[in-house]
T-cell receptor
């Protein structure tokens, strides 16, 4: 069964450092999503790509977060500088038709 | 905007008993509704979805959900709970704009032996 790959699985970083997460969606899925899930809460969308274009980044804190999907395939989410409140699970998902959404295993970020 | 509500933070049930995890939705138009399960430090695993058709949807691991348009509900059910069903369950609705998923706050299911 095809999977969405994410790395790293866990990341511990110090406050004010830069951190990056990587996601490789299912082959052929044009739509890619990055969600943030704070402990005990539901996932919230940070950014959505259609191929290489951003279609929704209204909830992305653009002063410190950036995301790219240069060739319309894999994607990188970056935080610089990291803050304590960024500690969360970062989930990547992809979709082909808008009727099926597959999530990766996530990256658990801890900022100390 | 589309939204879902999960009114229970936690549901407790004994193994072998039926379980229900509640979800209500608020949408304009026809809803696309989903249930996902999450185990500790893992991603979301798809259980089932309702797009159209039969109001009773059958999914993975013996779960099912009933779509009720008049009550705007999409409750998750299982006839006989297992201890291994203990996890965090999320209801979600597809937004009509860019088709992102909008999630509820989650319900923790605890199945006791």
């Amino acid at each position: 069964e095809a999977e969405v790959a994410q790395s790293p699985r866990y990341k511990i970083t110090e406050k004010s450092q830069a951190v990056a997460f990587w996601c490789d969606p299912i082959s052929g899925h044009a739509t890619l999503y990055w969600y943030r899930q704070i402990l005990g809460q539901g996932p919230e969308l940070l950014v959505q790509f259609q191929d290489e274009s951003v279609v929704d980044d209204s909830q992305l804190p653009k002063d410190r977060f950036s995301a790219e999907r240069l060739k319309g395939v894999d994607s990188t989410l970056k935080i610089q500088p990291a803050e304590l409140g960024d500690s969360a699970m970062y989930l990547c998902a992809s979709s082909f038709s808008g009727a099926d959404y597959t999530f990766g295993s996530g990256t658990r970020l801890t900022v100390v | 905007a589309q939204s879902v509500a999960q009114p229970e933070d936690q549901v407790n049930v004994a193994e072998g008993n039926p379980l229900t995890v509640k979800c209500t939705y608020s949408v304009s138009g026809n809803p696309y509704l989903f249930w996902y399960v999450q185990y500790p430090n893992r991603g979301l695993q798809f259980l089932l979805k309702y797009i159209t058709g039969d109001n009773l949807v059958k999914g993975s691991y013996g779960f099912e959900a009933e779509f009720n348009k008049s009550q705007t509900s999409f409750h998750l059910k299982k006839p006989s709970a297992l201890v291994s069903d203990s996890a965090l369950y999320f209801c979600a609705v597809r937004d009509t704009g860019f088709q992102k998923l909008v999630f509820g706050t989650g319900t923790r299911l605890l199945v006791s032996p």
